[in-house]
């Protein structure tokens, strides 16, 4: 990975829809070298995907909670991962130490959307049980961090 890889990384970053010719500008490249040098970042798994980004109070998903995940047997990282990406609620999962297996961070409309996905979550394979922390209020965010 080098200056001009970063550049591209960074270009797509703050926007994932940046035409060839954006990227090729933003890392000092014509369009069909950025293009190249984008398709080989996809390929060698240093950039795994293109997302949007939703914003939650744009679908009325105000009802936050964390869930600390307990697993049953020993999934994986990447097992667990891939039994959470499809519960749309879930927006961000970690790993973590101590009793839990993971912590996740999940937004709802309400407290009956929350609970439903919750049992999603607790109907995945890997995990056993889940103990939830509904958030009252945000006292402090930082973005970018």
């Known amino acids: 990975m080098d200056a001009i890889d970063e550049a591209i990384i960074r270009c797509v970053l703050r926007n994932a829809r940046a035409t060839y010719a954006q990227i090729g500008k933003a890392a000092g490249l014509s369009a069909p070298a950025a293009k190249r040098r984008l398709d080989r970042l996809v390929a060698t798994g240093a950039i795994r995907g293109f997302t949007a980004v939703v ?9 936050e909670a964390f869930l600390e995940v307990y ?22 999962a970690w790993t973590v130490s101590g009793a839990a297996d ?44």
Do not use: F
Not at 55 to 63: F, I, K, R, S, V
Not at 102 to 130: F, K, S
């Open 55 to 63: 914003d939650p109070q744009a679908l009325a998903w105000h009802t």
């Open 71 to 92: 697993c049953t047997g020993n999934p994986t990282p990447a097992e667990l991962r891939q039994a959470l990406e499809d519960i749309p609620e879930v927006v961000e």
């Open 102 to 145: 993971a912590v996740v961070h999940m937004l709802a409309r309400d407290i009956p959307h929350l609970e439903q996905a919750v049992q999603r979550v607790r109907a995945t394979a890997p995990v056993g049980r889940t103990e939830s922390v509904i958030v009252l209020s945000r006292l402090l965010i930082r973005p970018g961090m």
